[in-house]
Structures are given as C-alpha cells and as structure tokens.
C-alpha cells in the first residue's frame, strides 16, 4: 500500500474521482427508480447506457465529425454538446422503452415471479449487446474531440480541468431536474404513488402501466446523459461498454440506497472518489476492485445503503 502516493496526490485523485463518479450517479438512477416501483434490478440498463453511446457518436458522425476532425471552436462545440446529448438521451430513452414494454410488461400481465424477471433482464442485456456487436462488427467506435481539456484553476494545490467541471454540474443539474420533477409535479406523484402502494394508486385512477412507462424512459435519458458524458471522458465506445460501468453503477446505487435518488448522486459520487482513493493507494490495476469491495461491505454491514429511503417515501 503506497500512502504517500496517496496523500501527496489527494486532491487530484478526488477531483478524478468525482468525474468519474458523476458517471455512475447518472448511470445508477436507471437501476434505483426501476427498483423502487417495481423491486425489479433492471441488469439490462448497461445495455440501455451503451446504445446512447452509440446513439451520439452516429449522429456525430452524421454530422460530419470523426475522430480525426479539429477540434471545434467554443459555440459550435456547444451546439454539438447539445445534439450529441439529445441523440444518446433519445437512443437510450427509446431502448429503455420498448425493452419495458417487449420484455418486462408481459410478465407483468402473467404475474411471473421474480425470478423470471431477473432472468428476462439478463437475456435482454445478451440479446441487445449482441445485436449492437453484430452491427458494428465487434470493433470500438471513436468520438470526436469535442473540446480541449485544459486548467480552469487551482485550489490548494490541486487542479481543476473544464472537462471535470463539465461531467460534475452536468450530473447535478440533472439531478435536481429529475428531483423536482419526481417530487413537484403530477406525474411525478404518480410514480411515487406507484412506488408506495401500486394496487391503491390504481384505485385512485393512477395509470400503472404509463407511470412505469415513464420510470424506463426517465431512468433511459439519464443514462443517455450518462453515455454523452463517457464518450467526452473516454472518446469512444464499444459493443460491451456497459458491462463494467454497470456493475460500478449498480454498486454506486445499493451505497447511496437503492430507491433513493438523491442516494443515487451521494453513492455515485462517493464511489467515484473512493476508487480514485483506491488507484493512489493500490495501484491503478485494483481499481475496479474498489466497486465490489465496497459493494459487498454495504450489503454486510447496511443493506439499505447510506440514505435508505424509498422511492415512494421520498419528498422535497
């Protein structure tokens, strides 16, 4: 264990940690709303998040950009920003859709067991890798250079690039955007309701069907956002791209309190940085042992993770 790599790069390996944990808190609210209406871990949202990978890269390219295009001056870069994300946002927005409504709602109207919905998760996330594998036969695909990484300022010693500026405020506006929304509006009442007490909440005229509806499609934009922001960090993607961030997200979702959505920023967040911690003191080779680490931990010692709270209990 090497901790004067540790402490004498702390701050840098925070501040990376967080970038890359604004990844994961993204990722895992795909996981931690689809939990807390239906109890159901969702392993096929992976696939959800590297679709819109793809999704923004093609779009890019139809656009003209590759990567070995110059990179863009400050408002076009912008503009491309903005398109690359509603491209990977409606990519993964879609897929989350047809995969609720092809692959889960049939079982839903047969009442199935659980297990059979987790099995069916897991043939959907093999079936659309596959697919997506096939189509790009099998080789990783490259994203433009959008914008150069560069310093914005120096705190106590420790540096502050745009890009991780950029990843971080992206998860945070988009986080509160989804808070408000969940908990300030109609439809977001409803899948709270749903959430809470699903037989009730049709009682009282609640659409079941329509509310988890919009659970998938709200958990597929975010991971859309998710995929933008990998493909900025990254510059590229690959038919199995999802796999491992999955299981980090899935990790970073059961810290925070699966259900939770503001546990699911926290969690990201917090697991980020501890596998930033985790390179500076172990070496970068381990650092995808740090997700499954402090996942089995929490399921050990506080299985609701850190915030616990339910998707239907949560308020402003």
């Given at each position: 264990m090497n901790f004067d790599q540790l402490f004498s790069n702390f701050g840098d390996l925070s501040i990376q940690g967080l970038a890359q944990g604004a990844i994961y808190a993204l990722f895992a609210l795909g996981y931690t709303m689809v939990y807390g209406v239906l109890r159901l871990i969702n392993f096929a949202h992976s696939e959800v998040f590297m679709v819109g990978t793809f999704g923004a890269i093609v779009v890019w390219n139809w656009l003209g950009l590759d990567q070995n295009s110059p990179v863009p001056a400050l408002g076009p870069a912008l503009l491309y920003l903005l398109v690359g994300l509603l491209a990977a946002c409606l990519t993964s927005g879609v897929t989350a859709v047809v995969l609720e409504r092809v692959a889960y709602r049939p079982l839903r109207k047969r009442n199935a067991p659980v297990l059979t919905f987790l099995i069916t998760a897991i043939g959907a996330s093999v079936v659309i890798s596959e697919a997506v594998g096939i189509w790009s036969n099998r080789k990783p695909k490259a994203a433009p250079r959008?914008?150069?990484?560069?310093?914005?300022?120096?705190v106590a010693?420790?540096?502050?690039?745009?890009?991780?500026?950029?990843?971080?405020?992206?998860?945070?506006?988009?986080?509160?955007a989804l808070d408000?929304?969940?908990?300030?509006?109609?439809?977001?009442?409803?899948?709270?309701?749903?959430?809470?007490?699903?037989?009730?909440?049709?009682?009282?005229?609640?659409?079941k069907d329509r509310v988890i509806a919009l659970v998938f499609l709200l958990g597929g934009i975010m991971a859309g956002a998710a995929a933008l922001m990998y493909n900025i960090?990254?510059?590229?993607?690959?038919?199995?791209?999802?796999?491992?961030?999955?299981?980090?997200?899935?990790?970073?979702?059961?810290?925070?309190g699966i259900g939770n959505l503001r546990g699911a920023l926290i969690g990201g967040l917090l697991l980020g940085m501890l596998e930033g911690w985790g390179s500076g003191l172990l070496g970068t080779q381990w650092t995808g042992v740090v997700a499954f680490v402090?996942?089995?931990?929490?399921?050990?010692?506080?299985?609701?993770?850190?915030l616990g709270e339910s998707l239907g209990r949560s308020r402003a």
């Open positions: 959008l914008f150069t990484q560069h310093e914005l300022f120096t010693g420790t540096t502050i690039t745009n890009l991780q500026v950029f990843l971080v405020l992206l998860a945070v506006v988009l986080m509160i408000l929304f969940i908990n300030r509006t109609r439809l977001g009442r409803g899948v709270r309701a749903i959430a809470q007490d699903p037989n009730t909440a049709a009682l009282m005229g609640v659409n960090k990254i510059t590229g993607t690959h038919f199995f791209a999802g796999f491992d961030l999955g299981i980090k997200a899935f990790a970073a979702a059961v810290l925070g402090v996942l089995i931990l929490i399921l050990l010692f506080r299985p609701t993770g850190l």
